[in-house]
């Protein structure tokens, strides 16, 4: 009896183990640049443009940032705060020689990640690979090539209230059609 409850305490340790390595990747970010997840904005960022369909979602730009990973030189990088919190950056290199230099970067440092191709007409419409964690979630987009980089639980929380809104948005109009159909209810 006693060894039957030893190995199913091990075996349940073990499952949980697995379980929670599965949710991780290596060198899994808790920010970028010295940013860490759920920062509020700093003062060296400069307002670059705001989320359409969602006010709460500003990207910034950082005043004198090194636009270079390894030997990648990068076209831009751009930070998403979530209701004022650091939540996502978003990273594009230009040249091919730099699209490479950056994957190679990426690839060293997360790990393999999953590979994703999507094929439309016979023509790879988007090539990716992704790292997926508890914390972040990496993403490497070669259609236009950026690199994505961003907080699992705020961008969990952005999608749950952009989810709450359209379900709101889809209430009142229900009951503005109701209200109308009621009003016309005199007509007959």
Not at 97 to 102: G, H, I, K, P
Not at 144 to 154: D, E, H, V
């Amino acid at each position: 009896m006693k060894k039957t409850i030893l190995v199913s305490v091990v075996s349940l340790l073990f499952m949980f183990a697995l379980a929670s390595i599965a949710w991780t990747f290596q060198n899994e970010p808790e920010g970028f640049r010295g940013i860490k997840w759920g920062d509020p904005l700093g003062e060296d960022m400069i307002f670059y443009a705001k989320t359409e369909g969602n006010d709460d979602l500003l990207w910034y730009k950082k005043e004198n940032d090194k636009m270079q990973i390894g030997e990648a030189k990068l076209k831009k990088i751009i930070y998403g705060f979530y209701k004022s919190r650091f939540m996502e950056v978003r990273i594009e290199a230009d040249e091919c020689r730099d699209r490479d230099s950056l994957e190679d970067v990426v690839k060293l440092k997360f790990g393999d990640g999953k590979e994703s191709i999507n094929w439309t007409n016979g023509i790879v419409t988007l090539y990716e690979y992704e790292w997926s964690g508890n914390i972040a979630t990496v993403i490497l987009w070669r259609i236009p090539f950026t690199l994505q980089i961003r907080s699992t639980k705020i961008r969990d929380e952005n999608e749950e209230d952009a989810r709450r809104k359209e379900e709101e948005k889809r209430h009142r109009k229900e009951e503005e059609r109701r209200k109308a159909a009621e009003e016309g209810l005199d007509d007959f």
